[in-house]
């Protein structure tokens, strides 16, 4: 119950814009209306903690009627410049950015089929 996390909204478009150019494949970020940095306190889960918070966030978005993308931020040459242009304290971790807004269309990928990801008792037997 460490509670490692710690969020940072950022609506101002220049301060998104920033942030964007910061980034190698987060450049939509400039034009979502909202980016929230997850950050954690570098405990022995911060990532999982961070991750967690982060798609929990991704789905309450969603039930919400909202898009979000998922930007990476742990290990990203990138990471300490978004986070020390934010002013987050040095010794948080940048665990992940999340663009939200409304989608402007549908999305191109789908997803793998359940019966082809699922498997029973050991991997290769499916349902």
Not at 28 to 36: E, N, V
Request: charge should be negative.
């Amino acid at each position: 119950n460490d509670q490692p996390c710690e969020f940072i909204v950022v609506t101002d478009a220049a301060q998104r814009r920033r942030i964007a150019d910061l980034t190698d494949h987060g450049k939509f970020i400039a034009q979502a209306p909202a980016c929230i940095l997850v950050l954690a306190k570098p405990d022995e889960y911060y990532l999982e903690e961070g991750c967690a918070a982060a798609t929990n966030m991704l789905i309450a978005a969603t039930a919400l009627g909202l898009a979000t993308c998922w930007v990476a931020g742990d290990k990203k040459p990138y990471a300490e410049h978004v986070a020390s242009f934010c002013g987050a304290p040095p010794e948080l971790k940048l665990v992940a950015m999340i663009a939200v807004g409304y989608a402007g269309e549908e999305p191109t990928h789908h997803k793998r089929p359940l019966e082809e990801v699922l498997h029973w008792e050991t991997y290769g037997r499916s349902a």
